[in-house]
């Protein structure tokens, strides 16, 4: 069992949409959950990080944690064209010897 | 420049070639690191480099050779490569390691070995 699952999509969805992404882990360690942008050709964008468990919001963009369910979200809402990317998720555990542990990502098109 | 710069963008080189990829950080952090991104596999640490300290080597081939000259610059030595190293490479950089959850990564340097 992968240690973080991702559905690889693709997510297709019209202009104006509320988009969920999503990402289980098995890892109870975690602690970071941090929500990455990829748009082709360049490299991962940080959207946001959440520590521990809850909900963090930046302008359109709302990131769950569920760490009772081993399970974080990112909500996107009034989605955009320009959203159009592959979005990955990365966690960790707390400590110096911690290294990201990332999903494969999902690919997602928002369609005018 | 702002931000994570890598050059050069793009690298086609052969079996027995030798070159250098290079990042450099404009952001005033401590740690950087070094990713192999290849199509449908999740991101893989290669090494992690903290105030110019190696901290990580993640089981990567020696043909790999990483380089930290101070806590700005990063260099990834390649020599005599396989055609499965093709791929995106990744330069990332942190405040220090304590914070690796929030990386800054450069666009990359897309290689092909062929």
């Known amino acids: 069992q992968k240690e973080v699952e991702q559905d690889p999509g693709p997510l297709s969805v019209p202009e104006g949409a509320i988009v969920s992404l999503n990402c289980t882990y098995s890892?109870?360690?975690?602690?970071?959950f941090m929500w990455y942008r990829q748009y082709s050709r360049k490299g991962p964008e940080l959207l946001m990080y959440?520590?521990?468990?809850g909900n963090k919001e930046d302008g359109r963009f709302t990131a769950q944690v569920d760490k009772s369910s081993k399970y974080i979200s990112l909500f996107i809402r009034d989605s955009q064209p320009s959203d159009s990317a592959t979005y990955l998720c990365?966690?960790?555990?707390?400590?110096?010897?911690?290294?990201?542990?990332f999903g494969t990502g999902t690919r997602l098109q928002v369609t005018l | 420049e702002t931000g994570v710069t890598q050059t050069p963008r793009h690298l086609v080189m052969g079996m027995t070639n030798k070159k250098s990829l290079k990042c450099e950080q404009h952001l005033g952090h401590n740690a950087m690191y070094w990713y192999k991104q290849s199509a449908k596999k999740p991101l893989e640490l290669m090494f992690v480099?903290?105030?110019?300290?190696?901290?990580e080597n993640n089981s990567v081939p020696s043909r790999f050779s990483p380089e930290c000259p101070n806590s700005s610059h990063l260099f990834l030595h390649l020599h005599t490569l396989q055609p499965e190293d093709s791929a995106l490479y990744l330069c990332?950089?942190?405040?220090?390691?304590?914070?690796?959850?929030?990386?800054?990564f450069g666009p990359g340097t897309r290689l092909t070995v062929t």
């Open positions: 990332a950089s942190s405040q220090d390691i304590d914070r690796n959850y929030e990386q800054y």
């Open positions: 990365a966690m960790s555990r707390t400590g110096t010897a911690s290294k990201l542990t």
């Open positions: 959440t520590y521990s468990s």
């Open positions: 890892n109870s360690a975690f602690q970071y």
């Open positions: 480099y903290n105030f110019k300290e190696q901290t």
